[in-house]
């Protein structure tokens, strides 16, 4: 039985997967059971930030395998300590919980932000209140759909965690109407990713700060999909200037491996007590070890890259007639279309040879963010000629 059939007959059919098998894969290409070549402008949707199999990782990960891949959070091990170690001293922040994905890291940024008012002002001040933003995407639990301010996602699986309501992105006003004494937190994308690559105004987000100061309530930076060097910094909160109280971590971060990270200011430092959060796999030694190279090779120059290849990627298709706007920042880009639909220029990539992505109507670009510049080319040559084609009748 053909690998296609034999996931169809056996996997739940929760995902529009396109009919390629892929099977190996090297920097940004990648080869399909059939010998096809593609370049890969996804990145397995912004997680492979190293690319396919880069060799240090794949080493790094092997090694780790082989000598310790699993514990418990009963005992100490050096990966997760080292990777925590990395990421509070690079971020300004104080402390860093593990787990496997950007839902449960959202899902235990919720509980801490949650915790850290009833703590501070008592149960009884019903101070338990998320605002989140419309268009948002957190994450596909019960709670983060709950906070993911979409109403599409919130038909079928009622009831939702109580306690988040929604404000419109860029609009202080409608934020400054909802603010009242039951909010403990506000949870932003700085650029929503899922949502259709929205960039926050800057002086939207001091004030969505300033605001929040004020009245101690915690900001929670998804940055889930934009941290880890995707918008050509670190963290996307080094473009605003701002630090939040609590910021989450995923995709990037394990290189390709499950993992996802809370991390906080002192401020938050010792809210979670024993007992308080906990997961099995959280802070794997195999995944850290993974991550810790990942966090490695996120250097100056490879931050500055990315910045360079979002001006090569915006200098070619910018004047392409079929695009209107290109939206996003770094190597995180929405691009709006003018006389073409998002799914057919994904599907006649993928004939061609490229894998996109699409974000609500607009192309969506994440490719790995050591893409080469020969990769790069290859793949936006195949990009403007689908842009350029004409529409099949
Ligand atoms: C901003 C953001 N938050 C949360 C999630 C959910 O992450 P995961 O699929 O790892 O649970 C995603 C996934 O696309 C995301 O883009």
């Known amino acids: ?63 780790q395998s082989q000598l310790l891949q699993h514990t418990s959070n009963l005992y100490y091990t050096q990966p997760m300590a080292q990777v925590a170690q990395i990421l509070c001293q690079r971020t300004n922040y104080s402390k860093a919980f ?35 933003l419309v268009d948002s995407f957190h994450g596909r639990t019960i709670t983060t759909l ?17 306690g988040f309501d929604y404000v419109e992105v860029n609009n202080l006003e409608a934020l400054k109407a909802k603010m009242d004494a039951s909010v403990c937190a506000v949870m932003i994308e700085f650029v929503q990713g899922e949502g259709g690559i929205h960039l926050l105004n800057p002086d939207y987000v001091e004030a969505l700060f300033e605001l929040c100061a004020t009245q101690d309530v915690l900001v929670i930076a998804d940055e889930v999909q934009t941290g880890i060097g995707r918008t050509g910094t670190l963290l996307a909160s080094e473009h605003y200037h701002v630090q939040p109280d609590i910021t989450t971590l995923a995709k990037g971060l394990g290189g390709g491996l499950p993992i996802g990270a809370i991390l906080c200011t002192e401020k938050l430092a010792n809210v979670f007590q024993p007992g308080d959060h906990a997961t099995t796999f959280g802070g794997n030694p195999v995944v850290c070890a993974g991550a810790k190279v990942v966090l490695e090779k996120l250097n100056d120059a490879l931050l500055e890259a990315v910045q360079q290849k979002e001006k090569v990627i915006r200098q070619q298709l910018t004047n392409l007639p079929s695009v209107k706007k290109i939206d996003g920042i770094g190597l995180m880009l929405g691009i709006q279309l003018t006389d073409k639909k998002a799914t057919d220029v994904i599907d006649q990539c993928l004939e061609q040879g490229l894998i996109v992505l699409s974000a609500k ?31 099949k009748e």
């Not at 008012?117 to 998320?130: L, M, Q, T, V």
């Not at 790995?368 to 990769?375: A, F, R």
Request: with cysteine.
């Open 98 to 132: 593990f787990g496997n994905s950007g839902a449960e890291a959202n899902e235990g940024a919720i509980k801490l932000a949650r915790k850290y008012s009833f703590d501070r002002y008592g149960k009884e001040a019903n101070r338990y209140k998320i605002l989140t």
């Open 361 to 391: 109507e607009k192309i969506r670009l994440l490719p790995p963010l050591t893409i080469t510049d020969t990769e790069l080319n290859e793949g936006l040559a195949i990009l403007a000629k689908v842009l350029m084609s004409q529409p």
């Open 146 to 162: 709950a906070a993911t301010g979409q109403d599409v996602f919130h038909q079928s699986f009622d009831p939702f965690t109580e």
């Open 1 to 63: 039985m053909s690998t296609q059939a034999q996931t169809k007959q056996h996997v739940m059919n929760t995902y529009a997967r396109k009919p390629i098998t892929l099977v190996e894969g090297k920097g940004a290409i990648v080869f399909d059971d059939q010998g096809k070549r593609y370049v890969d402008f996804s990145s397995g949707i912004g997680v492979n930030a190293l690319g396919y199999c880069d060799p240090d990782w794949s080493a790094a990960v092997a090694k």
